[in-house]
């Protein structure tokens, strides 16, 4: 998988961001593989190194849990998806999607421990060699997510109609509409500049 544009401001929304062009034909997944779960992990700096190594190698070792795992983790990928992209259009969450989060909380939960270090108390994940462990900083980032307030009310989804990524606003003026001003923000510049010159139809 080619690095992604982590443009989301949050762990669970670059997570939801794993298809690009969402919802049109020309649609690109980029979770083909587990592997390509590893390295979005990698990427997001959610597992250390040294774990997404350790995945890498009992991924190899039997492929069809790996399997089962990604399928797991794109059945999440969606709920979130459909979950934040409703919360970001003001509407509520659907109760299914609600549901597997919970479901996934739950189980996440079971491999937390709170433990004292240098700095205080800190949450950290029971070591344990589990190929849905990729999902449980996600999943802990996403509840974090939902019971923060002020940042809920930030996320937004990019206005271009090929796009649908979502991302939390940090802008002073809450005015931000593009995922990324360089990719999808240049684009839709770009298609009203053409527009002005073509001028009305006639």
């Known amino acids: 998988m080619q690095e992604l544009d982590l443009s989301g401001g949050a762990l669970a929304l670059d997570f939801a961001n794993t298809i ?47 399997e089962r795992a990604l399928a797991d983790a794109i059945e ?12 970001a259009a003001g509407k509520p969450p659907a109760r299914a999607d609600l549901d597997l989060l919970n479901r996934w ?19 950290v994940w029971e070591e344990l060699p589990a190929l849905d462990r990729p999902l449980w900083p996600i999943v802990r980032a996403a509840v974090d997510l939902l019971v923060d307030a002020p940042t809920l009310a930030r996320v937004r989804e990019c206005a ?19 995922c990324d001003m360089r990719t999808c923000g240049n684009r839709a510049k770009a ?12």
Not at 164 to 178: E, P
Not at 191 to 202: E, M, N, S, V
Request: with cysteine; hydrophobic share 40%.
């Open 20 to 66: 690009s062009r969402r919802g049109t034909p020309r649609s690109i997944e980029h979770l083909d593989g587990y592997a390509d779960l590893l390295a979005f992990s990698r990427q997001a700096g959610s597992l250390a190194p040294g774990v997404v190594d350790e995945l890498a190698e009992l991924a190899a070792r039997d492929p069809s849990v790996a």
């Open 160 to 178: 271009a109609e090929d796009c649908a990524w979502l991302f939390v606003d940090t802008s002073k003026n809450r005015s931000r509409q593009w």
């Open 105 to 123: 909380l739950g189980e996440t939960m079971r491999h937390a421990r709170l433990v004292r270090g240098p700095n205080g108390y800190e949450l």
């Open 76 to 87: 999440l990928r969606e709920a979130l998806y459909r979950l934040f992209s409703a919360v």
């Open 191 to 202: 298609r009203r500049f053409q527009a002005r010159r073509r001028g009305p139809a006639t």
